[in-house]
């Protein structure tokens, strides 16, 4: 299964938040296995650095924070055609926009986000974290593509 996911979801892996970490542990373990192909929109480093950045009030932290998406996740490109294919999208929300445009280029199967309400129309399946492992769950599933 090739997904997108979502900088919340992502942020609560990198920086542990305590209600959402479990189930973040256990996605990057099923990206670590194969099970799951990760992907991140370029745009999402940019806003990970920030965050963990403001949060951790570290520099170093924030690069380890990137360094370590680098290090397990695909890179979505964002060009100028993934910038207005999101911008004549409709969804209210640019940055989601922009990773719904990403997901549709590469032709992946799922995002995965706490925030289904941003994705709302979207034209490629939004789930949850923990959605997406059961579906890894079922038997026909369990086979990385």
């Known amino acids: 299964m090739r997904v997108l996911i979502d900088t919340n979801v992502l942020l609560d892996f990198l920086l ?68 207005e294919v999101a911008f004549s999208s409709g969804l209210a929300d640019y940055e989601d926009a922009i990773q719904v445009a990403c997901a549709v280029d590469q032709g992946l199967d799922a995002i995965l986000t706490r925030d289904s309400q941003g994705f709302l129309n979207s034209s490629v399946p939004v789930l949850s974290v923990q959605e997406c492992l059961h579906r890894l769950e079922e038997p026909n599933n369990s086979k990385s593509t």
């Open 16 to 83: 542990e938040r305590e209600l959402f970490f479990q189930d973040a542990e256990r996605l990057f373990q099923a990206i670590d296995s194969g099970q799951i192909v990760g992907y991140v929109t370029a745009t999402t480093l940019t806003d990970i650095f920030y965050i963990a950045r403001r949060h951790t009030r570290s520099i170093e932290q924030a690069r380890q924070a990137v360094s370590e998406t680098l290090t397990a996740m695909e890179i979505c490109p964002v060009n100028r055609a993934v910038l």
